[in-house]
């Protein structure tokens, strides 16, 4: 008879067109006759409008969304919601949007820049891309829309059930905000993105139960000021960093992702919500994995990997040890 072990990890997840070419006739000119003048037109080149990325919801006023152009320094503005979105077990009817690419639900957050995450303060917040972005001299703007009803709820279900497949759900309520910086002081330049540019995008889901929000990104062109992804709640209960945003590698996030579409990052914002996921793997160690505090060492590498890889840091694993006897 021979005896075979093999780990069994538990894991507790808690809070689970084609380019346009225009031919323009110049004004007519007056000029004085002569044998050599003549008049003619100046051919033209249009530009090529922009489109955002496919992974973003529709948003600017082409879509019907509120707008809002940057104003002055550390500025933001206050939105009622016409559906109250719950945030990690914490129920709100009005978020903070601010220029510096945070949303934030207790209260504004005065600081320019983003703040330590985890905090361990008293504030919930979700930063797809904090940094001092109406200190750095481009034109910027965000807007922003609830949806109640039509193919955004319809495509915001499709997208919470294809990254959790296992809720069944279906959204009634969305709210888009996105950020679009473009370093430029010209309103065409600004439309046409003809310049580098700062755009990316959060999405906010709800089925008046459970609640999910999505991080969207495009371009994010340099700029010297610290920059800060992910989310924190009051206490830092849960919290997470997207990694590529605090290492330097910003302008990367566009090909980032943690649910394997590039651009995009998914998280669920329910604190009652727990699943239970059996895993059996096969481990080759150097440690003794006899010894307890070799395994307990096994386990936090497993789960900071997980949470690297946009799972709550409240994840919890526990060890079983499974015993198999063959004939």
Same mark, same amino acid.
């Given at each position: ?146 949806? @109640? ?134 481990? @080759? ?43």
């Amino acid at each position: 008879m021979r005896i075979t072990q093999h780990l069994l990890v538990f894991i507790s997840l808690l809070s689970l067109t084609r380019a346009q070419t225009a031919t323009v006739a110049a004004p007519a000119s007056t000029v004085v006759p002569t044998e050599s003048a003549t008049t003619s037109a100046i051919a033209q080149t249009a530009a090529e409008p922009w489109t955002a990325p496919a992974i973003f919801y529709p948003f600017r006023s082409a879509a019907g969304d509120t707008e809002h152009f940057l104003t002055g320094d550390e500025s933001y503005e206050y939105v009622a919601l016409s559906t109250p979105y719950t945030f990690f077990g914490r129920t709100y009817n009005s978020l903070y949007v601010h220029y510096n690419g945070l949303l934030t639900f207790n209260q504004p957050e005065p600081a320019s820049g983003p703040n330590y995450n985890p905090t361990r303060g008293t504030e919930d917040f979700i930063a797809p891309f904090w940094s001092d972005l109406d200190d750095i001299g481009w034109m910027g703007m965000f807007s922003y829309q609830e949806y @109640t009803n039509g193919s955004v709820l319809t495509r915001a279900t499709q997208d919470i059930n294809q990254y959790f497949p296992q809720m069944n759900f279906t959204a009634s309520w969305v709210f888009v905000v996105t950020w679009d910086y473009v370093e430029t002081t010209d309103m065409n330049s600004f439309i046409r993105h003809s310049a580098q540019a700062i755009t990316f995008q959060t999405v906010l889901i709800s089925d008046g139960n459970l609640s999910f929000f999505l991080i969207n990104y495009g371009d994010c062109a340099v700029i010297y000021d610290q920059v800060e992804a992910g989310y924190d709640t009051i206490n830092s209960i849960n919290h997470f960093v997207i990694p590529d945003s605090i290492n330097g590698n910003y302008q990367n996030l566009k090909n980032t992702s943690n649910v394997n579409v590039p651009g995009r990052w998914a998280f669920t914002a329910n604190s009652v919500l727990e699943s239970i996921i059996g895993v059996q793997m096969r481990l @080759t160690s150097f440690s003794d994995l006899t010894q307890s505090e070799n395994i307990e060492d096994v386990l936090l590498k497993i789960k900071q990997e997980l949470v690297s890889r946009g799972l709550s840091s409240n994840i919890k694993i526990q060890l079983r040890k499974n015993t198999k006897i063959q004939p």
